[in-house]
């Protein structure tokens, strides 16, 4: 089994800043793609960001674009998502998850082992 924390959420005013962190173990960290999803009240959980194994290439929902930046350091076991110009609809739990499988990096049944998530809310 593989352990996932996340940490890093709290409240933010529109147009900040914030760091989660997603660290792992129980399992070699540093072979495996990583992902960033989402969920708010009343909706599906969604998809925020990936990273593959090495780092080297990125994926992003059209949503974040141009304002979260996903990385990882593999000697400390952990994925970041760097979010900046947050907005109110960015309010929700993130999680981080383990790619798996399956043909799509944004669906959420190519990724298994789910952290407890942090909360994220963006409000003034």
């Known amino acids: 089994q593989v352990q996932l924390v996340e940490s890093g959420g709290g409240l933010v005013q529109p147009g900040g800043s914030l760091r989660l962190s997603c660290a792992a173990s129980?399992?070699?960290?540093?072979?495996?793609?990583m992902g960033w999803f989402r969920q708010a009240p009343g909706k599906e959980r969604e998809f925020v960001a990936a990273i593959n194994w090495s780092g080297g290439v990125t994926y992003y929902a059209d949503s974040v674009k141009g304002r979260f930046t996903i990385s990882r350091d593999n000697a400390k076991n952990t994925v970041y998502l760097q979010m900046n110009s947050l907005k109110p609809e960015d309010t929700a739990v993130y999680y981080c998850?383990?790619?798996?499988?399956?043909?799509?990096?944004?669906?959420?049944?190519?990724?298994?082992?789910w952290g407890q998530g942090t909360q994220v809310t963006v409000s003034s």
């Open positions: 998850s383990v790619r798996s499988g399956g043909s799509s990096w944004v669906s959420r049944e190519s990724y298994r082992y």
């Open positions: 129980g399992r070699t960290f540093s072979s495996v793609a």
